[in-house]
């Protein structure tokens, strides 16, 4: 079957730990997401990646770090300089840049700070 | 400024009443899309619906309809009959064409409560 899959689907961490969260995709698409949503509130954008090797920030990247090595996928670090870092992470994944083309989402990773 | 405003935050009704969730966008692109999805209590979004600017006949599928009107600047979208299993965060969400339909933009979200 094809789609979306992030792991773990919850993870703990301690304060002033890195922790990275996985998205994995077989759709053969081009592009790639990471949201971040809060309870109670929409989705914010971290970061997204067009292409393999590229990326750019979304409206809330400091704190965060990505990479784009494999079409397939698309890591998130969260790093200790993110200050709140308790919340439900999304990926996401779209075909191209067609006018068509539709975001797809993952199942959500939830990441709590002990 | 918010581009996708869903102003109803929260919304209850009780099983088998229609109920509409309100989308207002705010874009100066005559070529853009706009989006519906759904997150269930288990927290995936799933895709609904997409739209695009140029066209604004209603589009209906089962109980659930949509209203796409340019006048307003809107997008709502119809649930009949409604069921339990409608109960749900429902998100509005925006492309357009300057940067290639790549950023959606999302409104904060309505939750449904169905109530039996």
């Known amino acids: 079957d094809g789609g979306i899959t992030q792991s773990p689907k919850y993870l703990f961490r301690k304060e002033g730990q890195n922790v990275t969260l996985s998205c994995e995709q077989n759709l053969n698409h081009d592009a790639m997401y990471w949201y971040r949503q809060d309870p109670g509130q929409g989705l914010r954008l971290i970061y997204y990646?067009?292409?393999?090797?590229?990326?750019q920030k979304g409206d809330i990247a400091e704190g965060y770090s990505v990479s784009r090595e494999k079409k397939e996928s698309f890591p998130l670090t969260v790093t200790s300089a993110q200050k709140n870092p308790t919340a439900f992470y999304l990926c996401?994944?779209?075909?191209?840049?067609?006018?068509?083309?539709?975001?797809?989402f993952g199942p959500g990773t939830r990441l709590t700070v002990l | 400024a918010q581009k996708v405003t869903q102003a109803q935050t929260e919304i209850s009704v009780v099983e088998k009443e229609d109920v509409t969730l309100d989308c207002v966008y705010e874009t100066r692109d005559t070529t853009y899309y706009l989006f519906w999805y759904k997150q269930p209590p288990s927290g995936e979004l799933v895709f609904l619906i997409r739209r695009n600017s140029f066209d604004e006949q209603n589009e209906i599928s089962g109980r659930y309809s949509w209203n796409f009107q340019k006048s307003t600047s809107s997008f709502n979208f119809t649930i009949t009959a409604s069921q339990v299993v409608d109960s749900a965060v429902y998100f509005c969400?925006?492309?357009?064409?300057?940067?290639?339909?790549?950023?959606?933009?999302f409104g904060s979200g309505t939750k449904l409560n169905v109530k039996p």
């Open positions: 990646s067009q292409i393999v090797n590229d990326f």
């Open positions: 969400a925006l492309s357009e064409a300057w940067d290639n339909f790549n950023k959606f933009y």
């Open positions: 996401a994944s779209r075909a191209g840049t067609a006018i068509t083309d539709t975001q797809y």
